[in-house]
């Protein structure tokens, strides 16, 4: 299927590995231009020489700390220096942030701006252009709504998905769409060092995880998530907008 992306400029955060690397793979698969945003320059130029090879647009690589205040701000400046505009948006960027009953301010304020703020203002720093030429995609990586115990990304991971929306039911006329994507468990660094070794001997090891809770029986890969983004940023998928989709094997209970 050809889902009519070439010519469009497209931003992905979090982009020097997991679903925000398969995301600029796949974009650039199907001709667009990618712009990829992280903190790790080797990283990111492993991503773009990899792009370059198979015949896409070379990315736009900006190395920077959006989790810090203002990181927005110098990727809008220095994105907007090289492009007049851009289509699409994709907030990969999180972390996970587990908590105890007495954490400061601080850590919640640190969550907060990492998992929804962030992703907030970058949205915000390109969404006026859309809405003027009728064109837009802005899609955000959130989390489980199923927490195993108190956690700062997941608050802020909910923050985000209320806000995104609102945010579509105020845009979807002038065909901008916002959608989020839920991942399960896919197999990202995060998900190698932390999850895996740190949570599943708590939950009965992995095999008894995957037998127990994910139907489909084996872990995901992000390429998995990147598919389904690559898709939601087609004008094809015009129609579909404020959605909270799932890509878990059958992981998530709720209906």
Known sequence: MDLQL???????????GGVGYETAKILAEEGAQTIIIGRRQAALDKVADEIVGKGGLKPFVVVEDITKVGGDVRVRDKVTAKFDHVDIVINNLGQARS???KNPDSD?????????????????????GMIQRKFGRIINLTST???FGMSGSHTSKAALLVWAKGLSRVVAKDDVTVNCISPGILVTEQIRNHF???VLPKLGGE???LKNEVPAGHFGEPADAAQLIAF???PKAHYITGQR???????????
Not at 6 to 16: F, R
Not at 246 to 253: A, E
Request: with cysteine; proline share 3%; hydrophobic share 45%.
């Open 145 to 147: 709504l199923e927490p």
């Open 245 to 255: 989709i799932c890509v878990d094997g059958g992981w998530y209970r709720h209906i």
């Open 196 to 198: 895996i070794p740190t």
């Open 232 to 234: 939601l940023c087609s």
């Open 99 to 101: 908590f105890g009953l």
């Open 207 to 209: 095999e008894h995880f």
């Open 6 to 16: 070439k010519g469009k400029i497209a931003l992905i955060t979090g982009a020097s």
């Open 108 to 128: 919640w304020e640190e969550a907060f701006y990492l998992n929804f703020t962030s992703a907030r203002k970058m949205a915000e720093a390109f969404i006026e």
